[in-house]
């Protein structure tokens, strides 16, 4: 037994040479998500209302991921054919992004704002990914539509059918289940349960460990893009990156839990 694919468009509206697709509507949705839900956690956590700005944020982070993001796939994953072809590199229509590249670029662009209204980045990073799983959530969501990023064969009962192929792994939906729902439901476990996890990177700290423990079990089952070989050991690009961001978690805890560190 297994299951088709929705044949869904991945284009929603067709005005002239304006295209809205599924994937850029996911962006848009988990971002203006994320800020909304920010402001509320720095009221709900008496914070000082300079934090408020924090929706300013939005255009400059939805600039800081899209160029990160693509900077990132096209020099990881397919520099071969962008050196070939660099005008595609603008191309960012016909897909293509890293969501560990656009991480990056939306800590730039967090470091870069806070620095100029005199704010502290770790505590800007700690609300913002306290609501970041929404927006993984309907990112994987949008892949699922659009039929990419599937996982490996299977003759599991819930394998779904991509392009008339064999069925395999709805990775896509065991991502969003794990690195949307689950890290969602954790953080506010942790954030409301204990408010001064709100601090000095803290939360920050364990949305890293949380989702890279969630991508490298995903990672088991998703077609595999990148796989580098050390004699026995196979590893992903995608465990090699979670194996990083999981030591940059490690090293917020450490360091938020460090009294003489300052915010």
């Avoid at 848009?28 to 408020?52: E, P, R």
Wanted: hydrophobic share 50%.
């Amino acid at each position: 037994m297994s299951f088709h694919a929705p044949n869904i468009d991945p284009v929603i509206l067709q005005l002239g040479p304006l295209t809205v697709k599924w994937y850029s509507m996911a962006y848009l949705i988990g971002i203006l998500a994320i800020l909304k839900n920010s402001k509320t956690i720095v009221k709900n956590f008496s914070l000082s209302d300079k934090y408020l700005r924090i929706e300013e944020l939005l255009l400059p982070i939805i600039v800081g991921m899209i160029l990160g993001g693509r900077i990132f796939y096209v020099l990881i994953y397919n520099l071969d054919f962008y050196m070939q072809y660099p005008a595609e590199i603008l191309y960012i229509h016909k897909g293509g992004m890293s969501f560990f590249g656009g991480l990056t670029g939306a800590v730039v662009t967090i470091f870069a704002f806070s620095n100029k209204h005199n704010l502290s980045t770790r505590r800007i990073c700690d609300i913002i990914s306290l609501n970041v799983p929404i927006g993984i959530f309907f990112g994987r969501i949008a892949n699922f539509i659009n039929k990419e990023l599937y996982g490996k064969v299977t003759d599991l009962p819930w394998g779904v059918v991509f392009f008339q192929d064999q069925p395999r792994h709805p990775s896509q939906l065991y991502e969003a289940f794990l690195e949307g729902i689950v890290l969602f439901f954790i953080l506010r476990y942790f954030a409301y349960k204990k408010k001064s996890m709100l601090y000095k990177g803290k939360t920050t700290g364990i949305a890293l460990i949380v989702y890279s423990i969630a991508r490298f079990i995903a990672e088991l089952f998703r077609e595999i893009d990148i796989e580098f070989i050390y004699g026995n050991l196979h590893v992903t690009a995608g465990q090699l990156f979670t194996i990083l961001t999981l030591c940059i978690g490690c090293i917020l805890i450490a360091k938020s839990c460090n009294k003489k560190d300052k915010m």
